[in-house]
Antibody
Framework: EVHLVESGGGLVKPGESLRLSCAAS????????MNWVRQAPGKGLEWVSS????????YYADSVKGRFTISRDNAKNSLYLQMNSLRAEDTAVYYC???????????WGQGTLVTVSS | QSVLTQPPSASGTPGQRVTISCSGS????????VNWYQQLPGTAPKLLIY???QRPSGVPDRFSGSKSGTSASLAISGLQSEDEADYYC???????????FGGGTKLTVL
């Protein structure tokens, strides 16, 4: 059974950094592209970033470009999101998702809450 | 302002058929396949329809998707109370080089 478990969320001040992790199990992690999707409180879904199997191709939403860095460690079956220069508008639940095919997300983690507030 | 446009709300009575629209552009829906997600209250989203009209294993055939030009639709037939949820469309956008979502439609079963 596929499992995606996010961790690393918490409360930080504007301008600070945070690193999210996603532990994957139940499938061959190295064979799938992975993505981060976020959801601000009471709002809709927003795609954040994508990384291909060998990290050859990486994409970011304009809203996080230059501040966030996605990475993966296939040996550890893990996905990461390094978030720097955090802003209040980055406050959201961050979901780790598996890309089942052409940019659709067939499995989602339970999410980890990031709150940016002074 | 979302790149894909959905109605904020929809409703129906049990047994009815409801449709939810999703409007995009030539660089999003016009050039790529559309996917739909269901988010039940307090839970993570779940893939409902992929590649315009394909259902993942376990999704009832009451749910169907279609696409025409730069628009797509999700249809739910035989509406049930457990279908009450938020529904999101999504697609890759060639101009933005990223996945774009609709703003979501809250479905209420009356």
């Amino acid at each position: 059974e596929v499992h995606l478990v996010e961790s690393g969320g918490g409360l930080v001040k504007p301008g600070e950094s945070l690193r999210l992790s996603c532990a994957a199990s139940g499938f061959t992690f190295s064979s799938y592209s992975m993505n981060w999707v976020r959801q601000a409180p009471g709002k809709g879904l927003e795609w954040v970033s994508s990384i291909t199997t060998s990290s050859s191709y990486i994409y970011y939403a304009d809203s996080v470009k230059g501040r966030f860095t996605i990475s993966r460690d296939n040996a550890k079956n893990s996905l990461y999101l390094q978030m720097n220069s955090l802003r209040a508008e980055d406050t959201a639940v961050y979901y780790c998702t598996r890309e089942g095919g052409y940019y659709y997300f067939d499995y989602w983690g339970q999410g980890t809450l990031v709150t940016v507030s002074s | 302002q979302s790149v894909l446009t959905q109605p904020p709300s929809a409703s129906g009575t049990p047994g009815q058929r409801v449709t939810i629209s999703c409007s995009g552009s030539s660089s999003s829906i016009g050039s790529n396949t559309v996917n739909w997600y269901q988010q039940l209250p307090g839970t993570a989203p779940k893939l409902l329809i992929y590649s315009n009209n394909q259902r993942p294993s376990g999704v009832p055939d009451r749910f169907s998707g279609s696409k025409s030009g730069t628009s797509a639709s999700l249809a739910i037939s035989g509406l049930q109370s457990e279908d009450e949820a938020d529904y999101y469309c999504a697609a890759w956008d060639d101009s933005l080089n990223g996945v774009v979502f609709g703003g979501g439609t809250k479905l209420t079963v009356l």
